[in-house]
């Protein structure tokens, strides 16, 4: 741990040259100029991207992917880990794990593996069945007496059934410690209906996540309350994009989660630094790399059961086996 740091703004000046070729468009960045200056972050920088941005597809995992490369030239030039670039409260980070929609008896495996590995989180991927989702929570909770739980229907509920789902568990004496996505991204009213049962009647928290897909919708979730907390994943809004929820959700009063789509080491690495550097997010769902059969990245950040730790080598600090790569 360190100190924290105050927030700080960075410049950006670059040359960009876009090559079109058969395979589509690749991005030659020539130079990059990174110049630190402690301020407060006000995204003025974030102009200094506007023309790069302009020639991005507006497609979430190609602009993230372009932003963190920029980044992490950026803290490489300089010397400094993207953990310390991003704020520097924190080196660390803990994450949840998630437990895939599978019958009770492969759950509750799962449950036992990762209650030795030391996880204290798991994440429940329900939705499809609702009595079906019960049975499998019975039998994580038998493995795992101990164990926190984040439900995430991924959209899979009508509110009423989603709050049939939060009454069952009253009666089971289960509280999850948030119920992730209950409805439709679109059921904006099913949202806010599930979310003020949830907190008022059983003391749950809702998190917003595919139904938050950008700055506006942010700004929805927040002036209409309709959410608790706003899951951010870097190949859905970009880097910059993260920021800018986050900049916007931080005085809202909401919590923050952070998570990811199916990605290695290298993408949730980049993730992961800047949750342990920003230190805002109360939920840490990082965990597909350890869900991977085959990790293509060496270095980056250490893992210990749900510890994530980062040390001070420049920038990200892992890099890809590139041999291992199907082109
Ligand atoms: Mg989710």
Redesign the pocket.
């Given at each position: 741990m360190v100190s924290p740091n105050p927030r700080f703004a960075f410049e950006l000046e670059c040359s960009i040259d876009i090559v079109e070729t058969s395979l589509g468009v690749h991005f030659h960045c020539w130079s990059v100029d990174w110049k630190l200056r402690p301020r407060i972050m006000d995204f003025f920088w974030l102009h200094h991207f506007k023309c790069l941005m302009e020639l991005i597809p507006r497609i979430g995992t190609q602009r993230a992917g372009v932003e963190m490369a920029l980044i992490d030239a950026a803290a490489n030039s300089i010397g400094i880990p993207l953990w310390r670039l991003f704020g520097g409260v924190s080196n660390a980070i803990s994450t949840d794990i998630t437990i895939p929609i599978v019958s009770p008896m492969e759950a509750s495996e799962l449950a036992s593996k990762y209650r030795k590995q030391g996880f204290k989180t798991l994440k429940l991927k329900v939705g499809k069945n609702l009595n079906g989702d019960i049975e499998v929570l019975q039998s994580i909770r038998a493995a795992h007496p101990d164990c926190l739980f984040i439900l995430?229907a991924?959209e899979g509920y009508t509110a009423n059934e989603a709050i049939k789902v939060l009454e069952k568990l009253h009666e089971m004496d289960v509280t999850p410690v948030l119920f992730?996505?209950p409805v439709h991204r679109d059921d904006w009213e099913g949202l806010g209906h599930v979310s003020q049962i949830a907190k008022d009647k059983y003391g749950v928290s809702v998190a917003a996540?595919e139904s938050c897909r950008s700055l506006v919708d942010a700004k929805k979730i927040v002036q209409e309350s309709l959410a608790d907390v706003i899951?951010i994943k870097l190949a859905k809004v970009g880097v910059l994009g993260a920021l800018e929820i986050i900049d916007l959700v931080r005085p809202s009063g909401l919590n923050l989660m952070i998570?990811g789509m199916v990605e290695t080491r290298l993408a949730m690495g980049f993730a992961g630094h800047l949750a342990a550097g920003l230190g805002c997010f109360k939920f840490i769902d990082l965990d597909t790399p350890l869900l991977l059969a085959e990790d293509p990245v060496f270095g980056g950040y250490e893992a210990s059961g749900p510890d994530y730790s980062f040390s001070n080598a420049r920038g990200h600090g892992g890099f890809l086996h590139w041999e291992n790569i199907a082109w």
């Open positions: 995430d991924n992730e996505q996540d899951n998570g």
